[in-house]
């Protein structure tokens, strides 16, 4: 399965400003897709990042909040935008190795959030 | 919506063997179950996957009821580092994964 490496692994950052999270995956993947983990809870998908077009993001996302790139088929960054303390959590980047097989699921190490 | 469910807790004694039920009652037909772990700090680590037939690998082994409407993961030898979240998984829309909360299973020495 593939291998992805996700940065920052970690960051505050004061409320009103942006960050944007990089993915990397080591081989060509056919879906990839972005989740965010509020402390203590399950993983929440945020949206799949479709390569050369506009992600599809899930109910209570939007993209003015969450922008989302993925220029190639390695590669997706997430924007957190105008960031609020509620927005402190741990956002997780995923990818599929191929459409409809079983086990192909892989995900990043996480980046650990904090707004201040 | 979580299309899983598992019980919030367990506890098991180091090297005995951790049994993880989970009800997915829902699950369509040609859906596969997914087990993933998340030790704390970590992202998600895949543990087996099964359709219909019952599985076995080097870290696990699933057992699926006939009627696929639940499933028991396995670990037969439960070690300190197998401290962590357990979730139960199925996809849902053809390829998205729906996490439930998951079982936080504490191995004591």
């Known amino acids: 399965s593939a291998v992805i490496s996700q940065k920052p692994s970690r960051d505050i950052c004061q409320r009103g400003t942006s960050l944007t999270i990089q993915c990397q995956v080591d081989?060509?993947?056919?879906?990839m897709f972005w989740y965010r983990q509020q402390p203590g809870q399950s993983l929440t998908l945020i949206a799949t990042?479709?390569?050369?077009?506009?992600?599809?993001?899930e109910s209570g996302f939007v993209i003015d909040k969450f922008p989302i790139s993925r220029p190639n088929l390695t590669f997706s960054t997430l924007t957190v935008s105008n960031m609020s303390p509620e927005d402190s959590s741990i956002y997780l980047c995923s990818a599929l190795s191929q459409r409809g097989a079983a086990y192909g699921y892989t995900f990043g190490s996480g980046t650990r959030l904090t707004v201040v | 919506d979580a299309k899983t469910t598992q019980p919030p807790s367990m506890d098991c004694a180091e090297g005995r063997a951790a049994n993880l039920p989970c009800n997915h009652s829902?699950?369509?037909?040609?859906?596969?179950v997914y087990w993933y772990r998340q030790i704390h700090s970590q992202g998600p680590q895949y543990i087996i996957h099964?359709?219909?037939n019952n599985e076995t690998n080097e870290m696990a082994s699933l057992i699926i009821t006939e009627d696929r409407k639940s499933s028991t993961l396995i670990l037969p030898h439960a070690t300190l580092r197998d401290t962590a979240v357990y979730y139960c998984i199925v996809r849902v829309d053809g390829y998205k994964l729906s996490f439930g909360a998951g079982t936080t299973v504490t191995v004591r020495a």
């Open positions: 829902t699950i369509s037909g040609n859906e596969y």
């Open positions: 081989s060509q993947v056919t879906m």
């Open positions: 990042a479709n390569q050369g077009s506009e992600a599809t993001y």
């Open positions: 099964g359709l219909k």
